[in-house]
């Protein structure tokens, strides 16, 4: 029996983007975001995914940051629970958010 290999998209460096988790979720597609670079920002859903994308407080996401206000980003994917571990499995996580467990 063979394990199928799973490929998720990971944050493109080049545009910004990085790993985060969702602290608290504040509505109307905003929330409180923990960073790979350890700031803590307020992220939104952009319309052409909101209603494509249920997030929950705890979730593994990718963002990116504003280019003209650091302290908000944009919300690009969400990771689902298996995706995630299997990230932490293999090492792609920042120590700062690895806490899917090995």
């Known amino acids: 029996m063979t394990e199928e290999v799973t490929r998720v998209p ?43 994308m249920w997030i929950k407080e705890g979730d593994l996401v990718i963002i990116r940051p504003w280019e003209f206000q650091d302290e908000k980003a944009d919300v690009i994917y969400r990771y689902t629970r298996t995706q995630a571990s299997h990230l932490s499995k293999s090492n792609k996580l920042p120590e700062l958010l690895d806490v899917f467990g090995k």
């Not at 979720?25 to 790979?36: H, K």
């Open 10 to 52: 990971l944050p493109d460096r080049n545009k910004g983007e990085m790993f985060a988790i969702v602290d608290k979720i504040l509505g109307g597609s905003r929330m409180i975001v923990m960073c790979a670079d350890g700031k803590s920002r307020m992220a939104r859903i952009p319309g052409k995914i909101k209603r494509r």
